[in-house]
């Protein structure tokens, strides 16, 4: 699911409009990044409702800060960097109150909707990467952000987004192939 050219310049019309006071340009960025969020906190937490408490964070904090991006063209990097560090608060959180981490289940959440097996392998297979390796996957796989994006997002230089990216994909190759690659 890339993030087009053409979604990018709709995006920053809709910042630049909502810098004017337009609130209908500010629920329409709203409705057009809520999923976007959303997808990216599931995947990250495995807790739908993990995922909204998050989401409904980072959302204040954009609005809080949204007057203060000065350039409109770094709103994906900016939104999914306070998303990345609210869903790194729950799981630093959630690591502190338990001992240790209960095992995945094998089988799909039954509250949530049919999947498809494909869909259900890759999901565990990015659960059986390194947390760091398992943000930049998501982030560039399912979101379509760019290196440079990915890197300021995770506060890390371009090099290191890219080596992440390479080894995720390395390891999920391996993983959906059957094969151990370590």
């Not at 890339?2 to 709709?10: D, G, P, S």
């Not at 809080?64 to 608060?89: M, N, Q």
Request: glycine content about 4%; aromatic content about 6%.
């Amino acid at each position: 699911m890339a993030y087009t050219e053409t979604e990018r310049v709709y995006d920053q019309l809709l910042l630049t409009l909502m810098r004017t006071g337009d609130r209908r340009a500010a629920n329409r960025l709203a409705a057009r990044w809520q999923p976007r969020l959303m997808r990216t906190a599931r995947r990250l937490l495995n807790d739908p409702e993990q995922a909204r408490d998050a989401v409904q964070e980072a959302w204040t904090g954009i609005c809080r800060g949204w007057v203060r991006l000065s350039d409109p063209e770094k709103f994906p990097a900016w939104a999914y960097t306070i998303l990345h560090r609210k869903c790194a608060d729950r799981i630093r959180l959630a690591q502190k109150t338990r001992q240790r981490e209960a095992p995945l289940e094998g089988a799909p959440d039954p509250g949530q909707p049919a999947r498809s097996e494909l869909s259900y392998e890759i999901d565990q297979a990015l659960r059986a990467l390194r947390p760091e390796h398992r943000s930049a996957a998501i982030l560039f796989f399912s979101e379509g952000l760019t290196l440079a994006e990915i890197a300021a997002v995770m506060d890390i230089p371009v090099g290191t987004a890219k080596s992440r990216i390479f080894h995720a994909r390395k390891h999920l190759k391996s993983l959906l192939k059957g094969e151990d690659d370590d």
